[in-house]
């Protein structure tokens, strides 16, 4: 199972190289050309017919992840974390730290030994550690060096129904449609782009749209979901089973409202469930290709993940399914010219 | 100089949030066409309009967009929530009216707050008098926009409107290319989209045109109301020539270039230091492999409110400044 595998991957921003590896196995013959540019992105070409106009569907690689900043004399890891992380989800999370996977436990001071205030406080990162069983500084300084990364130690799991839980689902759900998508579609050329450090700031999508230059580009993600019954549904971003999430806004683009409706209509012809990412919170890629060089005309397409940046983020796979349904129905279009 | 303030009136009252510029646009379109040698379209949706001369190629750009509130949800009775477009203050906000792409009318109020202070957009709704889902449905679509709807005043001292920001710096560039006949320098004016949701307009076109020399006009705040922060400018002092924001730090070069223009010319200016905000220029400057940029401004009470006021002989002098600046070789 490629979403297995591909979640499963160590790929905290700027180390993607476990993840690119993967998905270049997995593309390679069935790309007309791919690269690796200077920056770490996965630029691949798919030829088939000619629109007139560049294509660009693009996925981030990169996932949330830990650092390892400096490793004390009782050979704990302090570490500091690599994009957007929850500080209170952190404790007793198994991890793994390094290229070589070694296990560790993110510890803290036990429940009993806490003053009553600190129990009604989250544990400040500074006061938190990575133990990997080490004895002292020289032992650990055998395994690990400062700068190392770590991730969730978490595993794929399918569960109820129709959802899966793992880590790093944003964003290695958009990397698994679009990886389905070079596969499946053959009929239309466009660039297939996968992207290194989004999550630290949307680092690689520029130079990769510097050098694609794109017309249009749709942007795959994993997006915040918060679908508690109890909340007014203004405050509710997206619903699990509802469909692909459209965006219409966020911190980094507003969505081109012709291009956005009509996903819309494609979506409503071919009975594909769909909703608004109703947040303008987070941003993504689109926000560095739509300015790049002289602009370009996006989309966002995500996948409602709930927990997200966490170690147990959880989707369904009936979101998948339809979230692929309206790509490809969305790329189909292009091809025909209607957008 | 006589200028024309019927123009402005209309300006201020035409739509055109960020991202959703094409009624302003368009109207901007056929107000100068027939005054440039070429008008394009970018893909961002930015007007790009050149008067062709021999010297610099120099980029003037003045927001066309407008603060506003993107629906994002329908409740069951009707009532529309919203996230903001730009900066909206949820204080500012409350009880005024807003206007929508379509003409549909609402106005904004809030849920029973406690304390007000604490009081967010997400607390906030728009009531347009649908009395079910459907028939809001009708009028109003998730991603649309709507504006403030306030009237435009007047009297022989200011206007005070909502967006004179920055349809004030529309209505300075358009005045000035009806006025100037036989450029000297290569002019691109641009009428530039998404300025207040962080200049992303201003950076493709700067990028396209690739300007020698870049110009915003633009609206600052104001330091000559009762117990103001501590700010040099003020209503009816001149042309404000920028000197920093936090977007730019003004070339010195161009500065200077606009102060001893004013001096020779006798048109009243002032500095402006300004410790917040941004403009186009920021954009601009940092495009390519660089940019010598400058801002004139116009000084503005209650920016992002629905009541903008400025001077109408601050208007005039900004317009002055630029056409003798743009109508004079520059070297810089």
Redesign the interface.
């Known amino acids: 199972m490629l979403l297995k595998e591909l979640t499963e991957a160590s790929g905290v921003s700027g180390n993607e190289k476990e993840v690119r590896d993967l998905i270049i196995s997995e593309i390679k013959d069935y790309v007309d050309s791919y690269k690796i540019d200077r920056i770490g992105n996965i630029i691949a070409y798919k030829k088939g017919k000619d629109i007139g106009k560049k294509l660009m569907v693009t996925a981030h690689m990169d996932e949330v992840g830990l650092m390892i900043k400096d490793i004390d004399n009782d050979g704990f890891l302090k570490f500091m974390t690599v994009g957007g992380i929850d500080k209170r989800i952190l404790v007793s999370k198994p991890v793994l730290v390094g290229k070589d996977k070694l296990p560790g436990v993110i510890g803290a001071k036990p429940i009993h030994l806490q003053k009553p205030d600190e129990r009604t406080k989250a544990l400040n990162i500074e006061e938190l550690y990575i133990d990997i069983g080490a004895r002292s500084k020289e032992e650990a300084e055998k395994y690990v060096s400062v700068g190392d990364y770590a991730i969730f130690d978490s595993e794929y799991i399918e569960f109820g129904e129709e959802l899966i839980k793992a880590k790093a689902l944003d964003n290695r759900v958009g990397c698994s449609l679009l990886i389905k998508l070079i596969r499946e579609v053959t009929d239309i050329s466009f660039y297939a782009v996968f992207t290194v450090m989004e999550e630290v700031g949307l680092v690689g999508a520029g130079p990769a749209a510097f050098e694609v230059n794109p ?1 249009y580009a749709i942007i795959l993600e994993g997006t915040l979901c918060y679908d508690m019954p109890k909340l ?4 509710i971003p997206t619903y699990l089973n509802k469909g692909p999430a459209i965006s ?2 966020d911190r ?1 683009t ?4 012709d291009l ?1 409706n009509k996903i819309v209509e494609i979506a409503e012809k071919n009975n594909i469930p769909y909703q ?1 990412r ?3 919170m987070g941003g993504n890629d689109s926000g560095k290709i ?8 996006t989309a966002t397409i995500s996948v409602p993940c709930r927990y997200i940046h966490s170690p147990a983020s959880v989707m369904s796979k009936k979101d998948y399914d339809n979230t692929y349904a309206l790509l490809k129905e969305v790329l189909s279009q292009f091809k025909k010219e209607e957008l | 100089m006589n200028v024309n303030f019927g123009l402005l009136k209309e300006l201020v009252g035409i739509y055109g949030p960020a991202s959703n510029e094409k009624p302003i646009r368009e109207y901007i379109e056929n107000e100068i066409k027939d005054y440039v040698d070429e008008i394009e379209v970018d893909s961002l949706g930015n007007l790009i309009a050149r008067k062709k001369g021999n010297g610099k190629k120099v980029m003037i750009s003045a927001h066309m967009d407008q603060i506003g509130l993107m629906i994002i949800d329908i409740d069951d009775k009707g009532f529309l929530r919203f996230t903001n477009v730009g900066g909206i203050s949820p204080y500012i906000s409350i009880s005024q009216k807003v206007v929508f792409e379509n003409g549909t009318v609402g106005v904004i109020y809030h849920e029973p707050v406690g304390d007000i202070s604490k009081l967010k957009l997400e607390n906030m709704y728009i009531d347009i008098g649908a009395f079910s889902k459907e028939e809001a449905e009708k009028k109003v679509s998730i991603g649309d926009i709507c504006i403030y709807k306030t009237d435009f005043e007047e009297n022989e001292n200011v206007v005070f409107t909502r967006y004179l920001d920055d349809r004030v710096g529309c209505f300075i560039a358009i005045e000035a290319i009806k006025n100037i006949s036989n450029p000297v320098n290569d002019l691109y004016f641009v009428f530039s989209t998404q300025e207040e949701v962080g200049l992303r307009g201003a950076k493709t076109a700067a990028y396209k045109i690739d300007p020698d020399i870049g110009i915003a006009l633009d609206v600052t705040a104001h330091g000559d109301t009762p117990k103001a922060k501590r700010f040099a400018v003020g209503l009816n002092k001149g042309a404000a020539i920028k000197v920093k924001d936090n977007s730019i730090i003004c070339h010195p070069k161009i500065r200077e270039l606009l102060v001893n223009i004013a001096k020779e010319n006798e048109i009243p200016y002032q500095m402006e230091v300004l410790e917040f905000g941004g403009t186009d220029s920021g954009a601009i400057h940092i495009s390519r492999e660089g940019v010598p940029s400058g801002v004139i401004s116009i000084p503005t009470r209650y920016v992002h409110s629905t009541v903008e006021m400025a001077s109408k002989n601050d208007i005039t002098n900004c317009l002055k400044l630029l056409i003798k600046f743009l109508e004079n070789e520059i070297n810089i």
């Open positions: 017309d007014d549904t203004h405050l219409l806004i980094t507003i969505y081109n409202k956005r608004f109703k947040t303008s739509h300015t790049t060089r002289e602009g370009s005309i």
